[in-house]
């Protein structure tokens, strides 16, 4: 019999080694990247392990679980559950077992979901976990194993360890990228490259409400950052660039570093940036930078291949021209209210399609 522990009673490092041995796990199984979750709106932690009190109450799964209450009329549409990571397993698991485990852990989940009338729980694997990185064929969405219905997406994956060095990852961006970054130095733009402290989180801060205002996003509370330039960071799990201009700062980005690869994570500018290429620049920066590091993968982004025109066209070409390729982004969804779930799927299908308004 299989024992669940809620993160906040489990022991920290114990919960952060058995992230750092699973091959299936990433950053967003830490318990720093977890706690910094805490701070979204709407947002309450139900992230838990799976212990085995046979085998010392070793713990065999970790599972990174969110409830994210609704917006609008929650009390009658529910929320649901995020699950960014999906349930990573210990490896050293009998065949046998494995299935126990999934079997706890989804009995775990939807009891937690029928207790807060949750409509659905939504999984994704992140593509630069050790387990998916070195699948070297056609595999089906490991989701699968879970019930879940796939939804799976794309992201773009940029190889850092190749022969040649800079030299070949120059040659790899496209045309467009090498002639921003190029526009860029003549402009006299600056990057540097560092670990972030809280001595840059007002200047990011006002940057990212900058760039939600832009936008039309909602931004993040400030402790959110703030638990990234502090726990995070303090981990070694992150790294800042800084790019400037006659000392004014235009952008700032932020990379997660875990097991040999890196993520394109966070990123607020200045209205001046996407005018002098400084996200071009600072990309080009920290590919140079965390290649010499030894990271072995850049994640860009979610890709966006099938958009013809509007914003996420625009991302999607950015994110593109940095040289990498489309890799699978394993996504799924387990319905607990299939019907209220079902409808208004068909309400955001008709809404997309312009047939509601």
Request: hydrophobic share 40%; with cysteine.
């Amino acid at each position: 019999m299989f024992q669940i522990v809620h993160r906040k009673d489990c022991d920290r490092a114990n919960w952060d080694a058995a992230a750092d041995r699973f091959p299936a796990a990433w950053a967003w199984h830490r318990s720093t990247l977890l706690a910094a979750r805490t701070s979204w709106a709407r947002t309450e932690d139900y992230s838990f392990c799976v212990c085995d009190p046979a085998n010392g109450g070793k713990i065999v799964a970790i599972v990174p679980l969110f409830l994210v209450r609704s917006s609008f009329m929650h009390f009658l549409v529910g929320g649901h559950f995020e699950s960014t990571g999906a349930p990573a397993l210990d490896p050293e698991l009998p065949r046998r077992s494995v299935k126990k485990v999934q079997e706890c852990i989804l009995n775990t989940i939807e009891g937690y979901a029928v207790a807060n009338r949750l409509r659905r729980t939504d999984f994704s694997i992140a593509p630069l976990s050790p387990e998916i990185r070195t699948i070297a064929r056609p595999f089906p969405n490991p989701l699968c194993f879970l019930g879940a219905k796939d939804a799976s997406t794309q992201s773009w994956m940029l190889k850092l360890d190749v022969k040649g060095g800079d030299g070949e990852l120059w040659r790899g961006l496209e045309h467009r990228s090498r002639k921003q970054i190029n526009k860029a130095e003549r402009a006299g733009l600056v990057a540097e490259i560092f670990t972030p402290d809280l001595q840059i989180l007002e200047s990011y801060y006002e940057l990212h409400l900058q760039t939600c205002r832009r936008n039309g996003i909602s931004p993040h509370r400030k402790e959110y950052f703030s638990a990234i330039f502090q726990s995070v960071a303090q981990q070694g799990l992150c790294k800042t660039c800084v790019v400037r201009v006659e000392g004014k700062v235009l952008t700032i980005q932020n990379f997660l570093i875990y097991k040999g690869g890196a993520l394109y994570w966070t990123v607020a500018s200045s209205d001046d940036a996407l005018r002098l290429c400084a996200n071009d620049y600072g990309m080009w920066a920290a590919i140079k930078h965390l290649r010499a590091m030894g990271m072995e993968h850049l994640e860009c982004g979610e890709a966006f291949p099938a958009v013809i025109a509007g914003k996420q066209r625009g991302l999607n070409d950015f994110k593109k021209s940095f040289g990498g390729q489309l890799f699978p982004y394993y996504r799924g969804s387990v319905s607990h209210r299939p019907l209220l779930e079902g409808a208004l799927g068909m309400l955001r299908h008709c809404r997309k399609s312009g047939a509601a308004t």
